[in-house]
């Protein structure tokens, strides 16, 4: 199929996880949507939203190795994330266990939580740099307590971009009688998915990201045994119905909102599978192979350091920088290195401080080239010389 991205062919754009990215074929078929919803929105609500909305949950079920009857559509994985918190049954003396790695708006979620509850956070800190998936399980039981009931877990992190170790993680949780809450924001498009077989009680995942699906869309997975105590953020009429499908039908109608993006998701994960003769997995390996290399030519041309083995590195890698963290007062706010990469040189790249480092992050998909990571290294050359 020939397809086109919608980025700015004069950007070098290796900053794909923030954000995705999104090919011009599913922006049309998102239009066709709206289209469709705005000639009639009262029979389009009425008659044909729900049974699309069942074959796009049909869709994500076989992305991620789910019973589709476990999924809701979510817009983001924060709102999945604050979902989850607020459904827990969480009392006064409780303890949440959280990695350091934790994305900032679930972290502040989990630590809203934790106050108004009488609960306690605990964060489990990560060796950094990572020495393998070993090293992660580790840490997480060491900081396991009597107290301790539920654990917030970040299968691929956001700002070290580690793919832990997620199923052995949930399953050593399990047996000291932890559950877990997966933020998998990272996950679907990006690694081989089996939430049945991870056994998590929560998991959520963005699949704008390396799904490139519309912004907007996202899902929450639940087990069985969890269905009944999982509600949305945001309650609705759904709250009034019954029956084992409720708790989804909470999540399916919040307000009167645009449904396209979870609409489209399907053509997305088509659409994206035929970038590759493969399918989606060969983009997968694909463009794990381009990080891998792009992390090979760094450290060698530039002296970066590595933060983790090879084993834990997906579509994403971080390397450590030669240069001191900086502080910013706001969560949209750049870098003082990155703004210099975006407005000198047109390079969007992450670079960001955590754990007394400034690292450097790319993302690599199938936009993404060998020259792209080349010249954003010939600059740097410059730079930090």
């Known amino acids: 199929m020939q397809d086109s991205w919608l980025l700015d062919p004069t950007w070098n754009f290796l900053n794909h996880g ?16 709206r289209l469709q919803l705005e000639a009639q929105p009262v029979r389009f609500f009425l008659d044909q939203y729900l049974p699309a909305l069942d074959e796009a949950r049909q869709a994500v079920s076989r992305l991620v190795g789910a019973e589709s009857d476990d999924l809701a559509f979510v817009p983001n994985a924060t ?4 979902s989850m918190l607020r459904s827990l049954d969480i009392k006064a003396g409780d303890e949440i266990l959280v990695l350091d790695h934790a994305y900032g ?9 934790a106050q108004a509850r009488g609960a306690r956070v605990v964060e489990v800190r990560l060796p950094f740099p990572c020495p393998g998936p070993e090293a992660v399980i580790e840490a997480m039981l060491q900081a396991c ?3 301790s009931r539920f654990a917030l877990i970040d299968a691929i992190t956001s700002p070290t971009a580690w793919v832990l170790p997620l199923h052995d993680l949930v399953a050593a949780l399990r047996s000291r009688g ?7 924001a990272h996950s679907p498009g990006m690694v081989k998915m089996d939430l049945d077989g991870c056994g998590a009680a929560f998991t959520t995942g963005n699949l704008h ?10 899902f929450v997975h639940v087990r069985s045994d969890f269905h009944q105590r999982l509600l949305p953020a945001s309650l609705s009429h759904g709250l009034n119905l019954s029956g084992p499908r409720r708790w989804q039908e909470c999540f399916d109608w919040t307000g009167t909102f645009d449904p396209s993006a979870w609409l489209s998701v399907p053509f997305a994960i088509e659409a994206l599978s035929q970038l590759h003769p493969d399918g989606l997995p060969g983009l997968m390996r694909s463009n794990r192979k381009k990080a891998l290399l792009g992390a090979d030519l760094l450290v060698e ?3 970066l350091k590595r933060t983790c083995p090879a084993t834990m590195i997906g579509s994403m890698v971080s390397l450590i920088l030669p240069l001191e963290p900086v502080n910013v007062d706001h969560h949209l706010a750049t870098d003082p290195l990155q703004r210099i ?6 390079i969007e790249v992450p670079v960001l401080s955590f754990g007394g480092h400034r690292l450097l992050r790319i993302s690599c998909q199938s936009h993404t080239t060998t020259q792209q990571i080349e010249a954003l290294s010939g600059v740097l050359s410059g730079l930090l010389g």
């Not at 923030?18 to 239009?31: I, K, M, Y």
């Not at 932890?178 to 998998?184: G, I, P, T, W």
């Not at 990201?209 to 996202?218: D, E, F, N, R, T």
């Open 209 to 218: 990201k390396w799904i490139c699906a519309p912004l907007g869309a996202a």
């Open 341 to 346: 990469l975006a407005d000198e040189h047109r």
């Open 18 to 33: 923030s954000f995705g990215a999104r090919l011009a074929s599913v922006h049309r078929h998102q239009e066709k949507w």
């Open 145 to 147: 307590g009597p107290r």
């Open 178 to 184: 932890v559950e877990s809450l997966v933020d998998a």
């Open 79 to 82: 709102y999945g994330v604050n």
């Open 105 to 113: 708006a679930c972290r502040a979620a989990l630590d809203y939580l």
């Open 301 to 303: 041309e530039l002296g």
